[in-house]
């Protein structure tokens, strides 16, 4: 067989195992995205899920861009059910990605128990950090505009739960970046103890991917 021919034959593996891991860890994400609970003291509409855990470990096995390919599919395949006209899959595939692709960019370049814990906390950090103006921008304006539901409406909600809430900018400080914090951290340390003992299955694919 040529070198080329090789060459071809290898690269057909690649991508069929990058198809077959992104197919796992979005099923596996699609499935956790249906088991969202409250949040106590958070308002009625932040729900929480791990439907991230998989993605960020999908982000550390394929790369930072696979980590944001298999977030789309996951929203998209939860669009079907969407009970916000795919406002809330909108803005969980975009803080989602912004957490995974910050994980996942961080971690290739330190492959390690203790570049694990650094991307995860930067991931974090990230996250919260860039859904305060994401929210405040377009997330609260689209439930105005597309679903009538006014932020007025959603800050009575939140104050109903907190009542230092009072106004947009208190609902971003008070619920949104707390949240944000609190799923952050919850998935990345579910993830960390679960990146522990598969370490070398992703370290692995990771290589076998490249």
Known sequence: MSDLSKDSVTRSRV???????????????VVLMYLEVSVPFMPPFLKFDF?????????????????????????????????????????????????????????????????????????????????????????????????NFSTEAIVGMSSAVNPLIKDKISLILLAFVPFNLFKGLVVAFFTFWIYKPISILINSTFKKTR
């Open 15 to 29: 991508n069929a195992r990058k198809i077959a891991v992104t197919a796992i860890f979005t099923a596996m994400a």
């Open 51 to 147: 439907s991230e855990l998989p993605v960020l470990i999908g982000s550390f096995s394929l790369g930072p861009v696979y980590g944001i390919i298999i977030e789309l599919l996951k929203n998209l395949i939860h669009l079907p059910v969407t009970g916000t006209s795919g406002i809330g899959e909108f803005s969980n595939f975009i803080t989602g990605s912004i957490y995974v692709f910050t994980a996942g960019f961080f971690y290739k370049k330190h492959r390690t128990i203790k570049g694990a814990i650094i991307s995860l906390l930067l991931a974090t950090l990230a996250l919260t950090l860039v859904a305060v103006p994401f929210n405040y921008f377009v997330t609260l304006p689209l439930y105005g505009s597309v679903l």
